[in-house]
């Protein structure tokens, strides 16, 4: 992610190792912007099947109050969509998921649980569930409003913070950041040390020979995920096999060797994009409900589907559709990565169009079980979940203490199925649509659902086939059929 070749040129002439706790000030309250999503994988990566929101919540307490300890505030912000000007790489990288869903669903037929990287895809939901993560820690979280570059790197300076936590090479380009924490280099140690890899803008300016007015247009000439670059430029000064450094350098000689009305002609696309942007208001918690009120769009990656070839996006339309109309909404566009349908669809989406008469969700309980009965009631009642799935849904969270105490005498982890993902997947993103414009309170992931004890209570039939289940409550007949 970032300006291209710019990763490699990094860490082979700028990279320091440092400890954080030498940058904080004592006297004042120390700052660092905290870009989450470039190392989501450090918090949910082997949750991608299991989904254990309690290890995912432990881990995000765990760093924050290290930084805490050390002396630094988080602030977190999120991506809350897509911009226009990225839907091109943003589809690119949807094939790569598909391409990673397949390889866990071929590890859920082989029995195994995965363990390395090559077949992680960011799970659907995932930015919602950091979201309220970092919340409960204490942290101040804010949605921008697309890629949250601009609207990061506008708090960075707003905030006079230590330097922005991130791995993508863009904030460098942004005037005004100090510095560059390589969030997916940090290591803990425990004396309370915060170990990471820092690129100081004042040390790569001296490096680079070059004023921070024209770091933007390194981009200009290396192209980005927005910007193509000019790799002609860079053609003339090494070989078309030279490395990313030697390409970097290129790009950086050339910029040297220009008068400044020349690169700020060739490279203004570049210059205008490293504006930074003050973020919107934060109009709720939830992000859906802030991107739904603020862009009137529902962006999501790849949408695994069933058995049945079924995508969860498509078996929730209902349900979304009763969702906006809570929210007053007339029509929303749905960009969504279904894999039954081609990449061309992904692309241009649908526009739905909602009418005074569309049925609307009920207001969310505020006790976890309701809440797990209500989504159920809704899945079992468009043919979506069995009654097995909902029983084992209703026992992970109305008998979890007793049921955990038996779990942790197993010798080793149930391995989900993939009938079993699935059900867990439309249960999840039942119940956060389900939240969208419910401004109270409403109960977290980790409240709501407990992935190694539901596959788990999934391998017991006889457990499951015991248990009573009444729906009862709202009627989601006028829903389903709307």
Partial sequence: MGVRHMASFLRSQCYQRVDLRNFADSENENVLVFDVLGCSDRYIWRNTLIWDFEDMLEKVMLDVNAFRKAGFELLVVLDAGVDDDKIGTWIKRRK???????????????????????VWHSPLSCVEYLNQAFRRAGCRVYFANGEADHEAAWLAVSEQACGVLTCDTDFLMYCGIKRYFD????????????YV???DKGLLLETLGLTESQLPAIAGVCG?????GQPQWIAKHVLENADGVAKFEAAVTKLGSMSEDAW??????????????EPSPQTSQHLLTFILRTRQVFVRGVSTGSLKQRSVHKVLGSLR??????????????????PQDPPSKWL??????LNESQPRVPDIPSDPV????MACGFLFTCGALEEFHCKALVLQIQDRSRLLEEMDKRESACVPTLDDVHAAMLFLEAVECLCIGQDRRYPMCWELFHGPLFHCICHDRQLVNECNLLFGGFDWGPVVSA
């Fill in 264 to 277: 700020c002609g060739q490279c203004q696309k570049a210059i205008s994009h490293y504006t930074p942007i």
């Fill in 224 to 228: 980005n995920d927005v910007l193509n």
């Fill in 183 to 194: 969030s997916q280099t940090i290591e803990f140690d425990e004396e309370g040390g915060i």
């Fill in 370 to 373: 309701d809440v797990v009965v």
């Fill in 321 to 338: 559709r009763a969702a906006y109309a809570r929210l007053g909404l007339r029509s929303v566009h749905e960009r969504v990565c279904c």
């Fill in 348 to 353: 241009e989406g649908d526009t739905i169009q």
């Fill in 197 to 199: 890899e820092m690129v």
């Fill in 96 to 118: 790569m998921d598909l391409k990673a869903v397949q390889r866990l669903n071929e590890s859920t037929i082989r029995e195994e649980i995965p363990r390395n990287l090559q």
